[in-house]
């Protein structure tokens, strides 16, 4: 460690930071350690190594490079993701866990010697907006100078905050080695990728693996531990984005927060034109002083699908995708230098450079498999500021009053594209019965159709019956509760898609409508829907688009089968998790009641909504 360097570890004057860089440079055995401030020059550094390092390349276009992942390592690991259970303890079933002490064993052997021949990097960061209620600062060790970017993109910087602590041990803190790298910079030995989370420690360890979703610690590893500590805490930590809703011809903004499982529109409702974002991933939710529901960004990036990014569906993404500035994409197809992506809107070239290293059209991977010309899960790092709509609120310490919470899963024959619960626990429930087809973000096979509570599942580290009653207080613990609503992007008639993708606008100026008690619902047993007239005068005054009564009819009727199946899907996985509220079973059996009699009364299994009215 260098003087510069000293000088900044020892400034922060906190004896559990440099016991921890201490002990993980003994064992990692970098050749070097490097403190960073997070001042201007810091950043400089950090975006200026990752390249000198050979991790990212410079693409043509200005500030932008492009990362590559290894072959398999393309997505979120979820076999070797792992809680670490100190012994006498337990969580749910569906919940990974490693005995500590044999966990910890095993990842610290891997992590020794990992970093020789390398730098350690030592950062500091902050979780949510500095010098708040949401704020949790962490401490970030790796020898990864694309996860140091990355994360100096994605995050808060934290220097200030560990002062503020004062001396005190409460931060989060992550040690990442990609371990062993071939010539492409690449972590060899994947097989030995190991995510090792300690809730009683509030550190996670993470080693051969490079994919941000394994490898940046402030991501999806400290979601896991912000989990925990929001559990005991009292308040709630959700994998959601945070947008404001601006309606047409109206001067307002609206807060919605909302829960996607991964690829399922998340980000591209965040960025819905003519609205403004916060975040696009990760909130936390707290009580404020007035008895209303706060969300803060834990963020101030984007790491984004790239794929499907093009000037009809997502214009703003995309041009900051295509004009100058600092982001890194990742995975895609590099040829002489300018970036492709699959559903870019224009014919990509038969030949260059991608996660499997030269490709050319029609060849396959060390796997056999064909290999196509950008990975389905391919993205852009980027921040929040750099874009043309963000709120003017993104920063706020306050956060900003929630007014609406959106639950979205993926399924081609079962829910209506929108629906408002029936109250807050009935939308507890509704968030809790998400159902998803599986997608490229995890790696795994892709859709199939999985369980995924408040689009949560892959990072809950509590008991499942517990989150669920931690959600169904902390809305009786409020004087105003956001409304709760349910969307669904991804129906389907054949192969079609019974909607457009910029319809979701109209969903969402609806949801806002209703918060403000501007239109009428019609009650169905799994909620209320919107009436045809008012999502008609919509479509007409967003996109000067005729909306069918056909269309509508296709889209919003209750089928029957479908729901009682989900419903019977959903009681199944409950029937076997401890300790889930009485509440959340009574609603499966009402809804279910409600859609047996319906059936009845109609005599048919697909009811149209004017049936109900
Ligand atoms: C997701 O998959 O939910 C993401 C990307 O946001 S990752 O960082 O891989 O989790
Ligand atoms: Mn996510």
């Known amino acids: 460690m260098d003087d510069d360097s000293r000088k900044k570890l020892e400034g922060v004057k906190n004896k559990h930071v440099?016991?921890?860089?201490?002990?993980?440079?003994?064992?990692?055995?970098?050749?070097?350690?490097?403190?960073?401030?997070?001042?201007?020059?810091?950043?400089?550094?950090?975006?200026?190594q990752?390249?000198?390092?050979?991790?990212?390349?410079?693409?043509?276009?200005?500030?932008?490079?492009?990362?590559?992942?290894?072959?398999?390592?393309?997505?979120?690991?979820?076999?070797?993701?792992r809680v670490l259970l100190p012994k006498g303890q337990s969580l749910s079933k569906s919940i990974n866990t490693i005995d500590k002490e044999e966990g910890l064993k095993e990842v610290l052997s891997l992590l020794e010697g990992s970093m020789k021949g390398k730098e350690m990097v030592v950062a500091f960061f902050c979780l949510g907006p500095e010098n708040s209620m949401f704020s949790i600062p962490a401490l970030q060790l790796t020898d990864s100078y694309y996860v140091l970017h990355s994360e100096c993109i994605l995050y808060r910087q934290g220097y200030d905050e560990f002062k503020r602590l004062k001396g005190d041990d409460k931060f989060f803190h992550f040690v990442h080695s990609a371990g062993e790298l071939d010539e492409r910079k690449n972590t060899k030995n994947v097989d030995k990728r190991r995510i090792y989370i300690d809730l009683e420690e509030e550190r996670v360890f993470t080693v051969n693996n490079q994919y941000a979703g394994n490898s940046v610690g402030l991501k999806k590893l400290a979601l896991r531990l912000a989990i925990s500590k929001a559990n005991k805490e009292d308040w709630l930590c959700e994998h959601m984005f945070i947008m404001g809703a601006r309606p047409l011809h109206k001067d307002r903004v609206t807060y919605f927060t909302g829960a996607f499982p991964s690829s399922c529109g998340k980000t591209s409702t965040a960025m819905i034109p003519n609205q403004s974002i916060i975040g696009d991933d990760i909130a936390y939710l707290k009580k404020g002083g007035d008895g209303r529901a706060y969300a803060a960004n834990v963020e101030q990036g984007i790491f984004g699908i790239i794929q499907d990014i093009n000037p009809v569906d997502d214009p703003v993404i995309y041009k900051a995708l295509t004009t100058p500035r600092e982001l890194i994409m990742s995975n895609i197809l590099v040829k002489e230098g300018v970036p492709y992506w699959l559903g870019m809107g224009q014919d990509l070239p038969e030949a260059g450079i991608n996660f499997s290293g030269e490709w050319r059209k029609g060849m396959n991977g060390p796997d056999g498999k064909p290999v196509l010309p950008a990975h389905k899960n391919a993205r852009y790092t980027i921040r929040i500021s750099e874009l043309e709509n963000v709120d003017e609120k993104s920063n706020d310490p306050k956060g900003v009053p929630v007014s609406g919470i959106i639950y979205g899963g993926r399924d081609s024959d079962t829910s209506?594209?929108?629906?408002?619960?029936?109250?807050?626990?009935?939308?507890?429930?509704?968030?809790?019965?998400?159902?998803?087809?599986?997608t490229a973000a995890k790696i795994g096979s892709e859709g199939i159709r999985a369980h995924d509570p408040m689009a949560n599942m892959d990072f809950l580290v509590v008991p499942l019956g517990k989150y669920i009653e931690n959600h169904l207080k902390f809305g009786d613990d409020l004087d105003y509760c956001p409304r709760i609503f349910a969307t669904n992007y991804f129906l389907k008639e054949g192969d079609k898609f019974l909607n457009d993708k910029v319809d979701k606008k109209v969903w969402l100026l609806w949801m806002e409508g209703r918060v403000h008690g501007e239109y009428e619902a019609i009650?169905?047993?799994?909620?209320?829907?919107?009436k045809y007239e008012d999502v008609k005068t919509l479509f007409r005054q967003i996109f000067k688009k005729e909306y069918t009564k056909e269309q509508y009819d296709r889209q919003f009727s209750i089928r029957i089968k479908k729901l009682v199946e989900r419903l019977d899907r959903i009681?199944?996985?409950?029937?076997?998790?401890?300790?889930?509220?009485?509440?959340?079973?009574?609603?499966?059996?009402?809804?279910?009641?409600?859609?047996?009699?319906?059936?009845?009364?109609?005599?048919?299994?697909?009811?149209?909504?004017e049936e109900l009215a």
């Open 416 to 438: 209506p594209p929108v629906v408002e619960s029936l109250s807050w626990s009935h939308g507890v429930f509704i968030a809790a019965a998400v159902e998803s087809e599986t």
């Open 523 to 530: 009650e169905t047993p799994i909620g209320f829907i919107p």
């Open 571 to 609: 009681e199944n996985i409950y029937a076997v998790e401890e300790g889930v509220p009485e509440v959340f079973h009574a609603h499966v059996r009402q809804q279910k009641e409600r859609l047996l009699e319906l059936k009845k009364e109609k005599g048919k299994e697909v009811v149209k909504p």
């Open 50 to 81: 990752s390249v000198v390092k050979g991790e990212e390349t410079p693409l043509r276009m200005g500030g932008h490079t492009v990362h590559f992942d290894g072959y398999y390592d393309q997505g979120r690991e979820a076999k070797n993701t």
């Open 18 to 48: 440099e016991a921890i860089v201490e002990r993980y440079a003994g064992l990692c055995k970098p050749d070097r350690i490097v403190v960073l401030d997070g001042s201007k020059k810091d950043l400089e550094f950090a975006r200026a």
